[in-house]
């Protein structure tokens, strides 16, 4: 097994997505217990990188106190990888967009910074992923995907960003991909 990735994220409730519907062949629903919203990817930086970002976020947040924020998921689209080989289907954020776009420009980079020393170049998509293609997804798969993704209505899921997490990888990686290390409630 690769080593595993780290990551900050907004856990939420995420029973949903239990009742999308079937997704096409090839692709893993995400448990309950794994959907967040992303705040800082860390990758395989290790625990020591990952517990001085930690410091970091507690740093922050004793200086800058952070409030839960509101949000509603909307359009479900592809993300990651290039084209056709994303690595997620995942919600946008209609309500709460702007709040939580904020709140990932004001922490990312300091998080990233003190566990690897790099800063994100790319601007913040605040989104939260609800499904992968496995491996062995063919093209086909991948295209029924995108087709069962522009029929998901998430409007009406709504949840409050309350707590941010410190993740890695679950080590039985056959029914949860991750695990929450550490969390932080926001006040």
């Given amino acids: 097994m690769p080593r595993p990735n780290w990551f900050f994220g907004f856990p939420l409730d995420g029973s949903f997505v239990r009742e999308l519907p079937e997704l096409p062949a090839n692709f893993r629903r995400f448990h309950p217990e794994d959907v967040h919203l992303t705040l800082a ?34 359009e479900v689209v592809a993300m990651g990888g290039s084209g056709r080989n ?9 309500a709460g967009r702007a709040e939580a776009t904020a ?21 913040p998509k605040p989104h939260v992923s609800i499904a992968r293609p496995r491996a062995r997804a063919s093209e086909a798969d ?33 029914e949860r991909l991750f695990e929450i290390v550490e969390e932080r409630r926001l006040t």
């Fill in 86 to 94: 994303y690595t997620a289907l995942s919600a946008l954020l209609d």
């Fill in 142 to 174: 991948r295209r029924a995907g995108l087709s069962w993704a522009s029929q998901m209505r998430l409007q009406g899921v709504h949840a409050r960003l309350e707590r941010i997490a410190l993740y890695t990888w679950n080590e039985v990686r056959h």
């Fill in 103 to 123: 709140a990932i420009l004001s922490l990312r980079d300091p998080l990233t910074h003190a566990a690897s020393g790099r800063i994100e170049n790319r601007a």
């Fill in 41 to 74: 990817f860390l990758g395989s930086c290790g625990q020591t990188a990952a517990e001085r970002a930690l410091s970091a976020l507690d740093a922050r947040l004793q200086i800058e106190p952070m409030t839960p924020i509101a949000v509603s998921l909307g």
